[in-house]
């Protein structure tokens, strides 16, 4: 009788050994990202890598193509096929968190990456990578669809400086709210500065009439970024998008000109 209880028993055990291991092996691997029309990936060429301890624990790591890690991630949950990587990024603007929500099927992974700045969401795809598959090499043209725009926004042209002033952001992303200063020299040179966690500026401006673009390069951990304000004045309110290169999103820009002793914690209403 202990016999066979005892085979029960093994069996029983064996059985949820091979469960758990098929269960692991849904979501386990590298998946190379792909890029797409909506996520920027092409200049980074990441990978993303999903492991298990056996015991029921995951963790992930998001490395470039030379195989030099970029974010690393213990939260992590998985269902299934399915799955949710929360990775911490630094920046010049404060920790950042970007969310990978995707699903596996047959190698191939699709999902969303959502990222908190802008609470914006990007389609997230990509292929397992085989053991026999090579790192890709990396291009040389890095940030070349950035150098190209910093190219023609060199030649700024002449803004209308009814725009130069300091404007108070409205943003849910930030406890208290940036600011974006737009500045003309005694040589007619113009400038801008935004506020937020840290103070970022660029010569990188230009506009014409009450229309502007500022591009800022901000430094994260897992390269530079850029981040453009492109708008419009009118009636001391500000309108347009802000743009960021790393996933190529874009959020809608607005705010207020500052009035001289006005505080930035909250926005005038109309």
């Known amino acids: 009788m202990e016999s066979s209880l005892h085979r029960i028993l093994c069996g029983i055990s064996f059985v949820v050994l091979v469960a758990s291991a098929s269960i692991f092996a849904e979501v386990e691997g590298t998946y190379i990202l792909e890029d797409s029309e909506e996520s920027r990936f092409k200049w ?13 624990g995951y963790s992930a790591v998001l490395t470039d193509s030379s195989g030099e890690v970029l974010l690393e991630s213990a939260e992590i949950e998985v269902d299934g096929q399915q799955f949710t990587a929360i990775f911490t990024l630094s920046s010049d603007l404060g920790d950042l968190e970007i969310t990978y929500v ?8 699709t999902g969303t990456i959502t990222e908190s700045m802008f609470g914006t969401e990007v389609k997230l795809v990509g292929t397992l990578k085989t053991e026999d598959e090579p790192s890709r090499p990396k291009e040389d043209q890095v940030g070349s669809d950035s150098e ?3 190219s023609v926004s060199s030649e700024s042209q ?6 130069v002033g300091t404007y108070i952001l409205d943003s849910k992303s930030f406890s208290r709210k940036p600011e974006l200063t737009i500045e003309l020299d005694t040589d007619g040179e113009y400038s801008a500065t935004l506020v937020a966690s840290k103070v970022t500026e660029t010569d990188d401006v230009e506009g014409e009439d009450n229309e502007f673009s500022a591009t800022f390069t901000i430094s994260t951990n ?3 970024m850029d981040i453009t ?22 959020v809608e820009l607005a705010g207020k000109l500052k009035k001289e002793g006005k505080t930035n914690t909250t926005l005038d209403s109309d």
């Open 44 to 56: 980074k060429q990441p990978e993303l890598t999903i492991k298990t301890d056996g015991e029921g």
């Open 102 to 109: 995707g699903e596996l099927e047959n190698g191939n992974l």
């Open 148 to 150: 190209s725009e910093v």
């Open 158 to 163: 002449s803004i209308n400086p009814k725009i």
């Open 222 to 224: 897992m390269g530079d």
């Open 229 to 250: 304000y492109a708008g419009r004045v009118e009636k001391d309110r500000l309108s347009g998008t802000i743009t960021e290169s790393m996933f190529g999103t874009e």
